[in-house]
C-alpha cells in the first residue's frame, strides 16, 4: 500500500493572516516523520491541512499518489488520534473502537474481527468490556489509537497525543507508539512540541517555525548538524551553549579570553562569529591546560550524569555536562576547554558558517589538556 505525503507549495491564511508559507515537503511510504517546533509555529495547522480539516488556501496535497488537496476527510485514507482522547464514556472499550466502522456500515463479524485484531496489537484484549471511567489515561489512549488502527490508513496523525498524560506514562506510550510503527509499517505523522517525543520516535524531523520549515533531517543529523541558531538552540536540553566569538587567524577570542584555534578560511569573511557548543562537548581543562574560566552557579545530579550551570565573566551562561562524580562547589571557579571538531558557528543572521572541509577539519587542539 503507497503511503507516502507530499506537500507543495502549501500555504494557509486565516483572512490576512498567513500561518503557513508555501511548504514544500515529502513524506515517504512507511516513514515516521515528527513536526516540532514552539507553540504558534504551525504545526498543529500543517496536520489538519493534511488530514482535511482545514482547507488549504494555496498548493497541494497528495497521499499515496492521489491529489487530494480539495478531498474529504474520509476519503483521504488517513486516521487521526487527537489530544484529547475523544471516547464516548457510555460505551464499552470494544464499540468505541468499532464505531467508524459501525458508521461505514461494516458487517457485524468484520468489525469484530478487525476491533479483536487491533486489541491485540495493543494489549487491549482483557478491557474490550469495559467503560473509559474505568480506565487509565495511557489506556484510554491506546483506546483512541486502536480506533485508527481498525481503518486500516495509509497513514497516521497523531496530533500531541501523550500531552496529557504524566512523565511515566509518556515514556511507556512513546515505546509502545514506536512498537506500533515498527509492527505495522504504515506512514505515520506526529506532531509535537516536546523534543523529546521527536528525537526517540522520528525517522525524520521537520522543525518549523512561524509556518516555515527551518530544516529537515533525521534526529542525529538536527542535533549535529544545525542549519541555524534556532536549530541548535531548540534541539537538544540541554540545549546548545551559543557564544560571540572574536577570529584570529591562529585564536578565538571568547568572553577576552584568548584560545589558540586554526581557523577555518570561512569563518574570515565575517565580522560576526557566534560559536555553538554542545554541553557534553565542554569539559574541565587539565592542570596548566588553557581554557575558559567558569564560576558555578549551580550543579544539577541526574544519577548517570551531572550538568553544571556556570557564567563567563562577561555574565554569558554556560552549561557543562559531566561524569555522575563532577561536583564542583558552588560559586567555585573552573576551566573548560573543548575539541574544535565539536565547535559549530554561526554569522550574524544566525545561519551556519560552512568550510568546503567542515568548519573544523582543520582545526588544531585548543590546548594541550
Known amino acids: 500500500m503507497t503511503s507516502g505525503v507530499a506537500l507543495n507549495g502549501v500555504s494557509k491564511s486565516f483572512g490576512a ?22 507553540s504558534g509555529c504551525g504545526k498543529s495547522t500543517l496536520l489538519r491541512l493534511i488530514a482535511g480539516l482545514e482547507e488549504t488556501s494555496r498548493g497541494e496535497i497528495l497521499i499515496g499518489g492521489r491529489d487530494v488537496t480539495d478531498a474529504d ?78 481503518r486500516n490508513p495509509k497513514v497516521f496523525l497523531f496530533d500531541e497525543p501523550l500531552s496529557n498524560l504524566d512523565a511515566e506514562l509518556r515514556v511507556d506510550m512513546r515505546i509502545e507508539i514506536a512498537k506500533l510503527h515498527k509492527q505495522l ?16 520516535l522520528a525517522d525524520k524531523i521537520v522543525v518549523l517555525r512561524a509556518g516555515r520549515i527551518e530544516q529537515i533531517g533525521s534526529p542525529f543529523e538536527l542535533y549535529n548538524d544545525p542549519d541555524n541558531l534556532f536549530v541548535a538552540g531548540f534541539i537538544g536540553s540541554p540545549k546548545m551553549n551559543i557564544l ?38 565542554l569539559r574541565l581543562c587539565d592542570e596548566g591546560g588553557q581554557g575558559l574560566h567558569l ?17 563567563l565573566a562577561s555574565g554569558l551562561p554556560v552549561v557543562v ?21 565539536h565547535a559549530r558557528f554561526f554569522d550574524a543572521d544566525g545561519q551556519r558558517i560552512r568550510d568546503n572541509k567542515d568548519e573544523v577539519a582543520a582545526a588544531q587542539a585548543i590546548s594541550k589538556r
Not at 464514556?89 to 467508524?100: E, I, S
Not at 585564536?251 to 570561512?266: H, K, M, N, W, Y
Open 321 to 341: 555536562q559531566g561524569a555522575s562524580g563532577l561536583a564542583p562547589r558552588l560559586g567555585q571557579s573552573i576551566r573548560v576547554t573543548f575539541d574544535p571538531a
Open 185 to 200: 509499517g504504515n506512514t505515520m505523522i506526529y506532531v509535537t512540541h516536546d523534543q523529546t517525543e521527536a528525537m526517540t
Open 17 to 38: 493572516v498567513d500561518v503557513i508559507h508555501d511548504i514544500d515537503l515529502t513524506i515517504a511510504s512507511g516513514e515516521f516523520v515528527v513536526f516540532v517546533g514552539p
Open 244 to 281: 560571540p566569538v572574536g577570529v584570529e587567524p591562529h585564536a578565538l577570542v571568547i568572553d577576552g579570553q584568548r584560545l589558540p584555534f586554526e581557523a577555518p578560511i570561512a569563518l574570515a569573511t565575517h565580522a560576526t562569529v557566534q560559536l555553538g557548543i554542545r554541553p557534553e562537548h
Open 73 to 150: 476527510p474520509s476519503d483521504r485514507g488517513i486516521a487521526m488520534v487527537f489530544q484529547s482522547y475523544a471516547l464516548y464514556p457510555h460505551m464499552t472499550v470494544a464499540q468505541n473502537m468499532g464505531f467508524g466502522l459501525r458508521m461505514a456500515h461494516r458487517p457485524k463479524e468484520q468489525v469484530a474481527e478487525m476491533v479483536q485484531h487491533a486489541a491485540e496489537i495493543l494489549h487491549l484484549t482483557p478491557l474490550l468490556d469495559r467503560r473509559p471511567g474505568q480506565l487509565s489515561g495511557g489506556q484510554r489512549q491506546r483506546v483512541a489509537i486502536g480506533r485508527a488502527i481498525v
Open 295 to 311: 564560576d558555578v552557579d549551580f550543579t544539577e545530579f541526574l544519577g548517570g550524569v551531572t550538568y553544571l550551570y556556570g557564567h
